[in-house]
């Protein structure tokens, strides 16, 4: 069992930056592989990024490339990520996820979930 709680989330305004957080307990982090989705309302849940166990390989939707950062700290159980020049259509709940497939994570089929963070971008 793995569970994920997730933090960082708030109100900021266009252009800004927050960095959302993921506390991990239960198995041993590095056994798993991680992503973070989002879910604006109205919206289905999307993928935003991933990141392997080890920490060497890193995913991202197009839309996030260039301005979100997805790292993680198997030593802290902590998964990070780190959003520059945020927009309004950012606005969502943001989840963590955890899975010992990359595909499982980056399908959105995890077997692990955290509760959501809201992230609220303001223009």
């Known amino acids: 069992q793995v569970q994920l709680v997730e933090s960082g989330g708030g109100l900021v305004q266009a252009g800004g930056s927050l960095k959302l957080s993921c506390a991990a307990s239960g198995r041993t982090l590095s056994s798993n592989h991680m992503g973070w989705f989002r879910q604006a309302p109205g919206k289905e849940r999307e993928f935003v990024a991933a990141i392997s166990g080890s920490g060497g390989s890193t995913y991202y939707t197009d839309s996030v490339k260039g301005r979100f950062t997805i790292s993680r700290d198997n030593a802290k159980i902590m998964v990070y990520l780190q959003m520059k020049s945020l927009k309004p259509e950012d606005t969502a709940v943001y989840y963590c996820?955890?899975?010992?497939?990359?595909?499982?994570?980056?399908?959105?089929?995890?077997?692990?979930w955290g509760q959501g963070t809201q992230v609220t971008v303001s223009s």
């Open positions: 996820a955890a899975d010992p497939l990359i595909s499982k994570v980056m399908a959105g089929t995890s077997g692990y």
